[in-house]
T-cell receptor, first 116, second 112 residues
Framework: GAVVSQHPSRVICKSGTSVKIECRSLDFQATTMFWYRQFPKQSLMLMATSNEGSKATYEQGVEKDKFLINHASLTLSTLTVTSAHPEDSSFYIC????????????FGEGSWLTVV | KQEVTQIPAALSVPEGENLVLNCSFT??????LQWFRQDPGKGLTSLLL?????REQTSGRLNASLDKSSGRSTLYIAASQPGDSATYLC???????????FGKGTRLSVIA
């Protein structure tokens, strides 16, 4: 079945630095990918929709200048958390949609970000 | 905008018991609905995907139903086992197809 890979799975960064998380569709092309954030004991909240070759669409309340999303190819979307703060510490997970019948969505393994 | 609600928030049952998890959604014009499992500190495992034209899907001890007209879905787990302990998430598209909107989940504990 389709596989979505995220990297890194865990990252610790210092406050004020930037960190990039990659989301790759390994065996299919994805024109649309989605980025979610999950705080402890909370559900997944959609941050933005990443569109290949165009600007991402951000959900209300998500700062586009802080969470930079780049979808430069049909198999790769990146999320960069800029000027990270401890409150950005969270579980970030991406998903990709397989175009076609069913439009199945596959999720990556997620990335744990800890800002110290 | 789609809203997904899951009841109960937490459930504790003895091993072997059959149980039902509930999910409701506000926008019934959905393309499909999915149930996921999430273990502590881990990502998502897709359990069942029900297309809008279907009323239920089964996989092993799991059975998920979908009633679009009432905006409800249920996940039935038969003969529960301690290994079933996890958080179960229901997700429906925001509109038509994607993206998925998640409920807050039901934390299930199956006690041996």
């Amino acid at each position: 079945g389709a596989v979505v890979s995220q990297h890194p799975s865990r990252v610790i960064c210092k406050s004020g630095t930037s960190v990039k998380i990659e989301c790759r569709s390994l065996d299919f092309q994805a024109t649309t990918m989605f980025w979610y954030r999950q705080f402890p004991k909370q559900s997944l909240m959609l941050m933005a929709t990443s569109n290949e070759g165009s600007k991402a669409t951000y959900e209300q309340g998500v700062e586009k200048d802080k969470f930079l999303i780049n979808h430069a190819s049909l198999t790769l979307s990146t999320l960069t958390v800029t000027s990270a703060h401890p409150e950005d510490s969270s579980f970030y997970i991406c998903s990709a949609r397989v175009e076609g019948p069913g439009n199945t969505i596959y999720f990556g393994e997620g990335s744990w970000l800890t800002v110290v | 905008k789609q809203e997904v609600t899951q009841i109960p928030a937490a459930l504790s049952v003895p091993e072997g018991e059959n149980l039902v998890l509930n999910c409701s959604f506000t926008d019934s014009a959905i393309y499909n609905l999915q149930w996921f499992r999430q273990d502590p500190g881990k990502g998502l495992t897709s359990l069942l995907l029900i297309q809008s034209s279907q009323r239920e899907q089964t996989s092993g001890r799991l059975n998920a139903s979908l009633d679009k007209s009432s905006g409800r879905s249920t996940l039935y787990i038969a003969a529960s086992q301690p290994g079933d302990s996890a958080t179960y998430l229901c997700a429906a598209p925001n509109s038509g197809n994607t993206p998925l909107v998640f409920g807050k989940g039901t934390r299930l504990s199956v006690i041996a």
